[in-house]
C-alpha cells in the first residue's frame, strides 16, 4: 500500500523487525538466462535430476549448519525441513514422471514445484500459503544446481535498503548483514520462514508491502520495521529524528559490547554469588574456535549428528573417534558434552532407511532408533569412550522417556566398557553419562532417572512443544509454547530439584536457554549450566552477572 505525501511515498506492510534502517534502496537483481531445453533422452536427464538432487541437499544441509552456527537452532530447522522436502517420494516421483514425457529437468521441476506451491496457496490458510514459498526456494536451488548457476555476488561498496518482490529463507540466510541495512518486499507474511529468519538475523524487515516501482532504484529511503513502512526521500526532520536516535542507540550498544568483552573470560558469577556454567551448542569441530573466542567454558551440547548427515553411509569408529579427539583436544579439559545420534523427525539419513511417518516428532528417532539398531549405537559408544582418553567428555542420552530405556542404554555403555578395556584401550572409566529432559515423561519421572545418571540437560524446544502438543515449526500453534512457559518452568524445577537431591548438575541446551527475559527464572529453580548457540554466549553472561 502506498501513500503519497509532501516529500515522497510512503509504503505500509508488515514490520516484521523492530528497528530501523536508512540509505539507497537497491533492487535485487534476480535475472537468470535459463535454458530449459532438454539436452538429452529422458533417461539421461532423469540421471541429471538425480544427482542434482543430491547436491543440492547435501548444499541446503549446509546452509542449516552455517544457519545453526550463526543464527541458531529452531532457524537451522527451516533447511533442515527444506533437505528432508527435497527428498520426498511425491515431489521426486512428480518430477520424475515429467521427465519421462520429454521435458527438460528443469522444467519438470519447476512445474513440479508449480503444482505444488498453487495447491497450498489454494487452500486460503496463511500458514500453508508461507510454505509456497518454501517450496520455490527448494526448487530453485535444484535449479540453480542444474544449470550450475552460483550464489550471486554482490560488489557494493556502500550499505544499502533491498527491495525484492520476495525473498525465499535461502536467500534471507546469506544476505551479508554488513552490506543489508534491511530489506523489503513486496510479497509474503509474518509467518513466513523468511520474516521467522530476518528477526534472527536482527535485519529491520518489511513485508508486504505491494509493488514498488524500480523508478526508485538509488532513492534515499527511511525503513521502519516499528511501523511496517518504508518511505522515499524523507523528510529532513525525519532523517534527523532517525540519526540522533541511532547514534544514542549505537554508543549504548558500544558500551555494552565493551562491558561483555571485558567480563568475557571470567566466571559467570550471579550478584548472589552463585557460580553458572557458560556452555555452548555446536554441531562439528569447526565450530569450537568461534565457542572458545567467545567465552565458552565448555561445550553443552555437541550434536553429534554432523557426522552421520550429508553422506552416503554410517561413519566408522575410527572416523568417529578422531572427530571427538579432535575436539576434546581443542577444548583443553573443558567439559564436552556429546549428544548421542538423534536422528529421525526433521533429520534424517537416507541410508538408514527409514520408514516414512505419519508423526516423525512422536516416531523412530533418538534413542529408540539406537536402541533398535544396537550396533550403531556401539559404534558411537566406543568411539566417545575411546576419545574421552584425550579430554573431559561426557556422554548425553536424547529422547529418554522411561526407566527402562535408561537403564539399557547404561548395560550397552557397560558392556563398550569391558570391550575396550579387554583390548587394552584408554578411556576415562569415571566418564559422566547424563539424559537430555525433553519428554514430560522424564521430566515427571525424573526422581527415578536422577539417581541413574550424572547430569540433566533440559532440551526445551521438544519439552515444549510435546508439553503443549504444540509443533513448534508451525507458526499458527508455535506461539503457544513461545508466549507459555509456567509449566515448562514448573516441568523443568522438578527435574532440578530430583537431580540436586542426588548430587548431580542441570542445564539448559534448548532455545529458552538464550532467552534473557527467562534468564532469572531459569536461576531461580536452580539452573546450574546455560549451553546456547555461539552467537548468544556474550549475552548470556552479561546477563547472569547482573542477575540476583
Same mark, same amino acid.
Given at each position: 500500500m502506498s501513500i503519497d505525501d509532501a516529500t515522497g511515498n510512503?509504503?505500509?506492510? %508488515?514490520?516484521?523487525t523492530n528497528g530501523q534502517a536508512y540509505g539507497k534502496i537497491k533492487f535485487l537483481n534476480s535475472t537468470y538466462n535459463y535454458d530449459f531445453k532438454a539436452r538429452s533422452s529422458p533417461n539421461e536427464e532423469r540421471q541429471r535430476f538425480l544427482l542434482a538432487l543430491e547436491e543440492t541437499v547435501n548444499k541446503t544441509k549446509e546452509i542449516a549448519k552455517r544457519a545453526r552456527s550463526t543464527i541458531g537452532e529452531g &532457524?537451522?530447522?527451516i533447511f533442515e525441513i527444506h533437505a528432508m522436502l527435497l527428498e520426498d517420494e511425491d515431489?521426486?516421483?512428480?518430477?520424475?514422471?515429467? %521427465?519421462? *514425457?520429454?521435458?527438460?529437468s528443469e522444467e519438470?521441476? &519447476?512445474?513440479?514445484? &508449480?503444482?505444488?506451491s498453487n495447491v497450498l496457496r489454494a487452500l486460503g490458510d496463511e500458514y500453508l500459503s508461507a510454505r509456497? *514459498?518454501?517450496i520455490k526456494d527448494i526448487c530453485q536451488g535444484i535449479i540453480d544446481t542444474l544449470q550450475a548457476k552460483n550464489d550471486k555476488k554482490e560488489e557494493d561498496s556502500e550499505p544499502y535498503i533491498l527491495v525484492a518482490p520476495d525473498l525465499s529463507p535461502s536467500e534471507t540466510v546469506k544476505l551479508d548483514k554488513s552490506k543489508i541495512l534491511g530489506f523489503v518486499t513486496f510479497e509474503g507474511s509474518a509467518t513466513s520462514h523468511t520474516s521467522i529468519l530476518a528477526k534472527a538475523m536482527g535485519i529491520p524487515a518489511i513485508v508486504g508491502v505491494g509493488e514498488i516501482s524500480k523508478n526508485y532504484d538509488g532513492e534515499l529511503a527511511l525503513l521502519d520495521g516499528i511501523r511496517g513502512r518504508i518511505t522515499i526521500r524523507p523528510k529532513e526532520i525525519d532523517v534527523w529524528e532517525y540519526k540522533? @536516535?541511532?547514534a544514542k542507540e549505537n554508543k549504548l550498544a558500544r558500551e555494552h559490547e565493551r562491558y561483555l568483552r571485558s567480563i568475557m573470560h571470567r566466571p559467570a558469577v550471579t550478584k548472589s554469588g552463585k557460580k553458572i556454567l557458560i556452555y555452548a551448542n555446536i554441531g562439528e569441530a569447526s565450530e569450537v574456535d568461534g565457542a572458545i573466542s567467545n567465552g565458552a567454558e565448555g561445550i553443552g551440547l555437541l550434536r553429534s549428528e554432523f557426522m552421520y548427515l550429508a553422506r552416503n553411509n554410517l561413519p566408522s569408529e575410527e572416523e568417529l573417534f578422531i572427530a571427538y579427539k579432535m575436539i576434546a583436544e581443542k577444548m583443553q579439559g573443558k567439559r564436552v558434552v556429546i549428544r548421542t545420534l538423534d536422528i529421525g523427525a526433521d533429520k534424517q539419513a537416507t541410508y538408514l532407511n527409514l520408514e516414512r511417518e505419519e508423526n516423525p516428532a512422536l516416531g523412530y528417532r533418538g534413542i529408540r532408533l539406537c536402541l533398535d539398531r544396537q550396533e550403531i549405537f556401539k559404534t558411537q559408544i566406543r568411539a566417545i569412550l575411546r576419545a574421552s582418553a584425550y579430554g573431559r567428555i561426557s556422554i548425553m542420552i536424547p529422547m529418554i522417556s522411561t526407566h527402562g530405556e535408561l537403564l539399557k542404554c547404561k548395560e550397552i555403555i557397560k558392556s563398550c566398557e569391558v570391550e575396550l578395556k579387554n583390548k587394552g584401550i584408554n578411556f576415562d572409566s569415571k566418564i559422566e553419562i547424563g539424559i537430555m529432559i525433553e519428554t514430560p515423561a522424564s521430566a515427571i519421572i525424573s526422581d527415578i532417572l536422577a539417581k541413574e545418571v550424572d547430569f540433566f540437560?533440559?532440551?526445551?524446544?521438544?519439552?515444549?512443544?510435546?508439553t503443549y502438543a @504444540?509443533?513448534?515449526q508451525n507458526s499458527r500453534v508455535s506461539g503457544i509454547c513461545e508466549e507459555n512457559h509456567e509449566a515448562i518452568i514448573r516441568l523443568i524445577k522438578m527435574a532440578s530439584d530430583a537431580i540436586h537431591e542426588e548430587g548431580g548438575w542441570i542445564g539448559i541446551c534448548g532455545e529458552m536457554g538464550a532467552d534473557l527475559s527467562l534468564t532469572q527464572e531459569l536461576l531461580d529453580i536452580g539452573i546450574d549450566e546455560l549451553s546456547v548457540s555461539v552467537p548468544y554466549l556474550l549475552g548470556v553472561r552479561g546477563k547472569v552477572c547482573a542477575s540476583n
Open positions: 510512503v509504503f505500509l506492510g %508488515i514490520g516484521v &532457524e537451522a530447522q515431489f521426486v516421483d512428480s518430477v520424475l514422471s515429467l %521427465i519421462k *514425457t520429454g521435458l527438460s519438470a521441476v &519447476e512445474k513440479s514445484g &508449480e503444482k505444488y509456497a *514459498t518454501d540522533n @536516535a541511532k540437560s533440559v532440551g526445551t524446544n521438544d519439552l515444549s512443544q510435546y @504444540a509443533d513448534r
